[in-house]
């Protein structure tokens, strides 16, 4: 009984691998057996207690490593600490896992964000959210470079890129925030121009990253914050 389900799940993992890699743009995954599903999946799955959230890390942790052309449904759920099958029953397919992280990414964009406390620097709050958002100061050049590329590759994708600009825009609205802050706290001028301000850090910050994957001559966290202040320089309290 225990061998002939092994050697079944073999052949279903097959079938849902070639299912996944087969899949049309936008497709929904093709309806493997379920007895099929069910051998394989109640040997190799672990629960379900893995959270979309920790498929999304997963999935962030991947592209960073195989770049967004590289990776894999597999290698997805290897990190997630998933089967191959219980992935795609989730989502459907590499595009449709894609899709849903996005969709979260814009949801939680805010969150990069968050409120202080009252004491708390506004602009050292906003370098410290903006290099988060790139992967953080442990970030590898790698990484950085393959998370902006997957950000370019989704704006040329009419689907992708309205999940892509909603991040956006909720990011740039974080930013303005904080900049409002800093006004009130008196650290920038009160004539700023705070949301031509906003654009300009944000633009400044993805441009900081991509010169530092190239040049590399300071650390991710020095290289931001010494294009952020040039930014910010203009509108600085005296």
Not at 11 to 34: F, Q, V, Y
Not at 83 to 89: D, E, G, I, K, M
Not at 180 to 200: D, I, K, Y
């Amino acid at each position: 009984m225990r061998g002939r389900l092994r050697r079944t799940g073999a052949r279903d993992h097959e079938s849902w691998t070639m299912a996944a890699s087969s899949l049309p743009r936008g497709g929904a995954a093709r309806a493997i057996p379920k007895r099929g599903f069910t051998a394989y999946d109640a040997a190799m799955s672990r629960p379900r207690s893995v959270s979309d959230r920790r498929v999304f890390e997963a999935l962030r942790g991947t592209i960073g490593a195989a770049g967004p052309a590289g990776w894999t449904l597999r290698q997805v759920a290897d990190r997630a600490g998933l089967s191959p099958p219980t992935l795609v029953q989730r989502f459907g397919s590499k595009r449709a896992l894609l899709t849903a992280y996005l969709d979260d990414l814009a949801d939680r964009a805010a969150d990069a964000f968050p409120p202080g406390e009252p004491d708390d620097d506004p602009l050292d709050r906003l370098q410290a959210a903006l290099l988060d958002d790139l992967g953080g100061a442990e970030a590898d050049p790698a990484s950085v470079g393959h998370w902006l590329a997957l950000r370019q590759i989704a704006a040329a994708d009419p689907e992708l890129r309205l999940r892509v600009r909603r991040a956006a825009r909720r990011r740039r609205k974080a930013i303005r925030k904080l900049l409002n802050e800093a006004v009130v706290a008196g650290q920038l001028r009160r004539s700023t121009r705070v949301r031509r301000l906003a654009r300009a850090v944000e633009v400044t910050a993805e441009g900081a990253a991509a010169g530092w994957t190239i040049h590399r001559t300071r650390s991710l966290r020095q290289s931001l914050r010494r294009e952020i202040q040039r930014v910010l320089g203009p509108w600085l309290r005296r």
